[in-house]
């Protein structure tokens, strides 16, 4: 069974930290192309952040450039999301998805594998 689960959300305060982990089981996903999004209540599911099989090219959205950093570890086949200078719009659910080899999608729909998500608030 593939699977992906996400961990290490929680309760921070404005300006704080807290790093997501996205661990990978069923197959090996070293060649895929790993992504987070995330979605507030009343809004559409929002790309966050991808990156390639090796790691070397990634992309974010405008709205955490420079705070935010996605890396993976493929000998543990696992994904993480660096958060730091958390803002209170940045609370939502967050999600891990994975896709096969190509381009750093930011749509929703070119990720056929999903975790189940883990709920990140900033307080302010």
């Known amino acids: 069974q593939v699977q992906l689960v996400e961990s290490g959300g929680g309760l921070v305060q404005a300006g704080g930290s807290l790093r997501l982990s996205c661990a990978a089981s069923?197959?090996?996903?070293?060649?895929?192309?790993m992504a987070w999004f995330r979605q507030a209540p009343g809004k559409e599911r929002e790309f966050v952040g991808a990156l390639n099989w090796s790691g070397g090219n990634t992309k974010y959205v405008d709205s955490v450039k420079g705070r935010f950093t996605i890396s993976r570890d493929n000998a543990k086949n696992t994904v993480y999301l660096q958060m730091n200078s958390l803002r209170p719009e940045d609370t939502a659910i967050y999600y891990c998805?994975?896709?096969?080899?190509?381009?750093?999608?930011?749509?929703?729909?070119?990720?056929?594998?999903w975790g189940q998500g883990t709920q990140v608030t900033v307080s302010s």
């Open positions: 998805a994975a896709s096969p080899p190509g381009f750093l999608a930011t749509q929703a729909r070119s990720y056929d594998y």
């Open positions: 069923g197959r090996t996903f070293s060649n895929y192309v």
